[in-house]
Nanobody, 115 residues
């Protein structure tokens, strides 16, 4: 059974940095596309970034140049480095993993950025 466990959320001031981690288990990690969504109350979950099994990345325009996604296949972990944080980055961040036409989700981690 695929499981994803996120960590690294918390509080930051505008302009600060946080790094999120998502550890996967129950799958052959290096063949799975993964990414991060975020959600604020009353809004739909929105895609922030993803990374393919070959390492190709894509970012939402709102985070380009500030966020970086990476993966460590040996540690079965995907990271989201968030720099120059803005109050509008405040959200619950969810990592996901795609495997055999199914999408698996982590439990979410709260990121709060104060102005």
């Amino acid at each position: 059974q695929v499981q994803l466990v996120e960590s690294g959320g918390g509080f930051a001031q505008a302009g600060g940095s946080l790094r999120l981690s998502c550890v996967a288990s129950g799958t052959t990690f290096n063949s799975n596309p993964m990414g991060w969504y975020r959600q604020t109350p009353g809004k739909q979950r929105e895609l922030v970034t993803f990374i393919t099994s070959s390492g190709r990345t894509n970012y939402d325009d709102s985070v380009k140049g500030r966020f970086t996604i990476s993966r460590d296949n040996a540690k079965m972990t995907v990271y989201l480095q968030m720099n120059n944080l803005k109050p509008e980055d405040t959200a619950v961040y969810y990592c996901y993993l795609d495997r055999k036409l199914e999408r698996y989700w982590g439990q979410g981690t709260q990121v709060t950025v104060s102005s």
